[in-house]
């Protein structure tokens, strides 16, 4: 049954409660950093990093922080793993840590590091919040990998900076515009929505068919 629950708690995050397709939160890395790839993935990764480790220590001090301190206390837990992950891309990635930029550092105040240690580290045990974090953590990774795959590809004919369309291919330099940040996220968006909505009908189908 414990195994069930954490299980549940981790594929939430994936898909029915994804950050990025679902529930519309980091628009500001998702939209800044994914002109490529590999900047998604280590974006993707750096911010799973802090979620698993600020809704560990989260959890473990639930009971310890006193509530009216709580959002500042989450600030010094959720800064103290960013600057970890921040200096070891610095120091083993230096290529990233240059793209990425100030987006690493501004992991501090993203909302969707805030709202899982609001609203479900601060309020379960330390296993599942774990099992949160990854589960977000890889859900919203997934959506950057996803994202940024398709306008690299479209923007340059690249993926992960290795040429992977014919030579006559034309780029479309829109994809890696700003815009086409903009256009290509709404389009995911409606294919993941429907596709997620598909899914939940099928499935009340299948159920109503057993009753």
């Given at each position: 049954?414990?195994?069930?629950?954490?299980?549940?708690?981790?594929?939430?995050?994936?898909?029915?409660?994804?950050?990025?397709?679902?529930?519309?939160?980091?628009?500001?890395?998702?939209?800044?950093?994914?002109?490529?790839?590999?900047?998604?993935?280590?974006?993707?990764?750096?911010?799973?990093?802090?979620?698993?480790?600020?809704?560990?220590?989260?959890?473990?001090?639930?009971?310890?922080?006193?509530?009216?301190?709580?959002?500042?206390?989450?600030?010094?837990?959720?800064?103290?793993?960013?600057?970890?992950?921040?200096?070891?891309?610095?120091?083993?990635?230096?290529?990233?840590?240059?793209?990425?930029?100030?987006?690493?550092?501004?992991?501090?105040?993203?909302?969707?590091?805030?709202?899982?240690?609001?609203?479900?580290?601060?309020?379960?045990?330390?296993?599942?919040?774990?099992?949160?974090?990854?589960?977000?953590?890889?859900g919203f990774t997934g959506a950057l990998v996803l994202l940024s795959s398709v306008r690299e590809i479209i923007g340059t004919g690249a993926w992960f900076g290795v040429q992977i369309m014919?030579?006559?291919?034309?780029?479309?330099?829109?994809?890696?515009?700003?815009?086409?940040?903009?256009?290509?996220?709404?389009?995911?968006?409606?294919?993941?929505?429907?596709?997620?909505?598909?899914?939940?009908?099928?499935?009340?189908?299948?159920?109503?068919?057993?009753?």
């Open positions: 049954m414990k195994n069930n629950r954490l299980i549940k708690v981790f594929t939430n995050g994936l898909l029915n409660e994804n950050p990025t397709f679902r529930l519309l939160l980091g628009m500001c890395p998702t939209l800044a950093i994914t002109k490529a790839a590999s900047s998604g993935l280590g974006m993707g990764l750096a911010t799973t990093f802090v979620l698993v480790f600020s809704n560990m220590v989260v959890s473990m001090l639930r009971n310890i922080i006193p509530d009216k301190v709580r959002i500042p206390a989450y600030v010094v837990v959720i800064a103290t793993f960013v600057t970890i992950i921040d200096l070891m891309i610095k120091a083993f990635l230096p290529a990233l840590s240059s793209t990425l930029g100030i987006y690493i550092p501004l992991i501090v105040v993203n909302c969707i590091i805030f709202a899982r240690a609001e609203s479900f580290a601060s309020k379960n045990p330390v296993l599942p919040s774990i099992a949160d974090g990854l589960g977000m953590g890889l014919p030579e006559g291919y034309q780029p479309m330099a829109i994809a890696t515009s700003p815009a086409g940040g903009f256009l290509f996220l709404g389009i995911l968006l409606l294919l993941v929505n429907a596709a997620v909505q598909y899914i939940e009908r099928r499935k009340a189908q299948k159920e109503e068919e057993i009753l």
